[in-house]
């Protein structure tokens, strides 16, 4: 088992670019996350999904966007990158229920120039 | 609005030292989970509590949750080198347990 993988690890945009990141699981997990992390902030949740399909914002939504198209793919992108977008990205999984553990991929460190 | 504020920030500590780490909050959680981050890498879980007043022991670590469900503590004894890292309390708020608060963090150096 892989776990949870992201691609890419790291990444140079300069303003107004777009990319897309992606995050795999092999855990057959219902519930997927993007979180990004910056020093002092601790995690803080950019958009979730709890199941194929469906997806829902978290507590910073603005100027990304998510799609769910398979159960085991979560895509998050950027449409226009802009400087306050640089951050290390995480993705998480997990199976649904109350207190069920978040397994954490890597990391994607993007800089936006 | 971050809801859940960790203390202290950052410590560093020698090697058999003992620790604490604070989880505080306002709001009321169903279940509060304990994850170690090292860096470079995702942050792992060391724990979840979901009982208010609960006590649960992972060899050196010892973490509890509020008899409220608004706070909990992570206390390592005896620190070592190996315990350095980010630690980050997350809770699932009781209105909302799709998703985890997470707090902002406790970075800890143990030198030997």
């Known amino acids: 088992n892989a776990g949870v993988t992201q691609t890419p690890k790291f990444r140079v945009l300069k303003t107004g670019q777009s990319m897309t990141l992606l995050c795999a699981q092999d855990?057959?997990?219902?519930?997927m996350y993007w979180y990004r992390q910056d020093p002092g902030m601790g995690l803080r949740l950019i958009h979730y999904?709890?199941?194929?399909?469906?997806?829902a914002k978290g507590e910073v939504p603005d100027g990304y966007n998510v799609s769910r198209l398979k159960k085991q793919n979560f895509l998050l992108g950027l449409e226009s990158a802009a400087p306050s977008q640089t951050s290390v990205y995480f993705c998480?999984?997990?199976?649904?229920?109350?207190?069920?553990?978040?397994?954490f991929g890597p990391g994607t460190r993007l800089t936006v120039l | 609005t971050q809801l859940l504020e960790q203390s202290p920030q950052f410590l560093s500590i020698q090697e058999g030292e003992n620790l604490t780490v604070y989880c505080n909050s306002s709001?009321?959680?169903?279940?509060l989970q304990w994850y170690r981050q090292e860096p470079g890498e995702g942050p792992v879980l060391l724990v979840t509590?979901?009982?208010?007043?609960e006590v649960k022991k992972l060899k050196r670590l010892t973490f509890q949750f509020g008899d409220a469900r608004k706070d909990s503590s992570l206390h390592i004894t005896a620190a070592q080198p190996g315990d350095t890292g980010l630690y980050l309390c997350?809770?699932?708020?009781?209105?909302?347990?799709?998703?985890?608060?997470f707090g902002t963090g406790t970075r800890l150096q143990v030198f030997p």
């Open positions: 709001s009321v959680f169903s279940s």
């Open positions: 999904s709890v199941g194929e399909g469906t997806t």
């Open positions: 855990m057959n997990h219902e519930y």
């Open positions: 998480a999984s997990s199976f649904r229920g109350l207190a069920a553990t978040q397994y």
């Open positions: 997350a809770g699932a708020e009781a209105r909302d347990t799709d998703k985890l608060i």
């Open positions: 509590v979901v009982t208010g007043g």
